[in-house]
């Protein structure tokens, strides 16, 4: 893996309708961030040639409206991206990840963050990179890292999707 792509899923509701963490949908600006982030990506050329997803209902949906800006990624449910520390992340960024080129994790705060931050202070990273990354890692939000020959990460883009919503309050 030469890039990471690390995004959390959109804006969701509150609550799910039965009550469950994992069920919880996707509101309507979750559903159009979701969108605009994979054009986002797509645009600048970063797309995944395999996507670890999360169980959570919220990391499905994020992905199929994300993924029409992705066609030929392969794509993996993750059971252990749900309720993850960032250990976990990074223990499932081990399983059977070796022949792709970027992988990309849709899943959740505050794991995603963590691992941020940490690929971050581990890598060969500019202090103003750990601090744009250290400020905030809200929904919709992608993180890419590329990886030098020994492994250690440089912040390559953050997006906001609040930074991309033309004429929305």
Same mark, same amino acid.
């Given at each position: 893996?030469?890039?990471?792509?690390?995004?959390?899923?959109?804006? @969701?509701?509150?609550?799910?309708?039965?009550?469950?963490?994992?069920?919880?949908?996707?509101?309507?600006?979750?559903?159009?961030?979701?969108?605009?982030?994979?054009?986002?990506?797509?645009?600048?050329?970063?797309?995944?040639? =395999? &996507?670890?997803?999360?169980?959570?209902?919220?990391?499905?949906?994020?992905?199929?409206?994300?993924?029409?800006?992705?066609?030929?990624?392969?794509?993996?449910?993750?059971?252990?991206?749900?309720?993850?520390?960032?250990?976990?992340?990074?223990?499932?960024?081990?399983?059977? &990840?070796?022949?792709?080129?970027? &992988?990309?994790?849709?899943?959740?705060?505050?794991?995603?963050?963590?691992?941020?931050?940490?690929?971050?202070?581990?890598?060969?990273?500019?202090?103003?990179?750990?601090?744009?990354?250290?400020?905030?890692?809200? @929904?919709?939000?992608?993180? @890419?890292?590329?990886?030098?020959?020994?492994?250690?990460?440089? =912040?390559?883009?953050?997006?906001?999707?609040?930074?991309?919503?033309?004429?929305?309050?």
């Amino acid at each position: 893996m030469h890039r990471l792509i690390l995004f959390r899923h959109a804006k @969701t509701e509150a609550r799910a309708p039965g009550g469950e963490d994992i069920d919880r949908a996707l509101v309507e600006r979750g559903r159009a961030d979701s969108q605009r982030m994979g054009r986002i990506l797509a645009d600048a050329g970063m797309a995944p040639d =395999l &996507v670890l997803v999360s169980p959570a209902v919220r990391a499905r949906e994020t992905w199929t409206l994300a993924s029409p800006a992705f066609p030929p990624a392969r794509v993996e449910i993750r059971d252990g991206l749900y309720d993850a520390t960032p250990e976990d992340v990074a223990d499932e960024l081990t399983k059977g &990840v070796a022949a792709a080129d970027t &992988v990309m994790v849709v899943g959740h705060n505050p794991s995603l963050h963590e691992l941020a931050i940490s690929l971050l202070e581990d890598g060969w990273a500019e202090p103003a990179d750990i601090e744009r990354v250290s400020a905030g890692f809200p @929904t919709a939000t992608a993180a @890419t890292f590329r990886f030098d020959g020994a492994g250690r990460a440089c =912040l390559e883009a953050l997006f906001h999707a609040r930074d991309h919503r033309a004429g929305e309050g």
